[in-house]
């Protein structure tokens, strides 16, 4: 598979979503969970999804429960949670693995794209791919990156 739109996922309320539909669009694609210390970032996250969503930018979400067992909830749990605690409005895809023998095919793409720091496997919650309107994945963003800190690179593949 080449590009992004070559992949499908399910939504937290178990439709296919065929990433072909985000064609010339920018896709930010985190994996989020609901008991991290890093959990507060759905409130940036819904931000830039406010500020950009009409200028081409989707956010897209996919909870997981590979590290420290942080989005133990179901789809239904977890999308009550991200509504009610921040208010989220973008993509929010079900549950997946983003490492180990049942990750979902597009985090094994996204991985093979751009590689993490000394390992390609996601290392915790909030990691962050950013993919231009060509379906290509230019950046991988650490945990501890702020989503506003990304801003200035999405307004770029906006522009």
Same mark, same amino acid.
């Given at each position: 598979?080449?590009?992004?739109?070559?992949?499908? &996922?399910?939504?937290?309320?178990?439709?296919? $979503? !065929? *990433?072909?539909?985000?064609?010339?669009?920018?896709?930010?694609?985190? %994996?989020?969970?609901?008991?991290?210390?890093?959990?507060?970032?759905?409130?940036?996250?819904?931000?830039?999804?406010?500020?950009?969503?009409?200028?081409?930018?989707?956010?897209?979400?996919?909870?997981?429960?590979?590290?420290?067992?942080?989005?133990?909830?179901?789809?239904?749990?977890?999308? &009550?949670?991200?509504?009610?605690?921040?208010? $989220? !409005? *973008?993509?929010?895809?079900?549950?997946?693995?983003?490492?180990?023998? %049942?990750?979902?095919?597009?985090?094994?793409?996204?991985?093979?794209?751009?590689?993490?720091?000394?390992?390609?496997?996601?290392?915790?919650?909030?990691?962050?791919?950013?993919?231009?309107?060509?379906?290509?994945?230019?950046?991988?963003?650490?945990?501890?990156?702020?989503?506003?800190?990304?801003?200035?690179?999405?307004?770029?593949?906006?522009?």
């Amino acid at each position: 598979m080449s590009t992004i739109y070559d992949f499908s &996922a399910k939504d937290l309320s178990g439709n296919n $979503v !065929d *990433f072909s539909d985000f064609k010339d669009k920018v896709l930010l694609i985190v %994996n989020t969970a609901s008991k991290c210390g890093f959990t507060p970032q759905f409130e940036s996250l819904e931000k830039l999804h406010q500020q950009y969503k009409d200028q081409g930018l989707v956010i897209i979400g996919f909870p997981c429960n590979q590290f420290g067992s942080q989005d133990p909830g179901s789809n239904d749990e977890i999308g &009550a949670f991200c509504q009610k605690n921040y208010g $989220v !409005d *973008f993509l929010m895809m079900e549950k997946i693995d983003v490492n180990g023998n %049942n990750e979902h095919p597009l985090y094994t793409w996204l991985k093979k794209q751009e590689g993490g720091f000394l390992t390609d496997g996601i290392k915790w919650n909030f990691t962050k791919f950013l993919v231009n309107r060509q379906g290509e994945v230019v950046e991988r963003y650490a945990p501890t990156t702020k989503p506003e800190s990304i801003e200035v690179d999405i307004v770029k593949l906006l522009a």
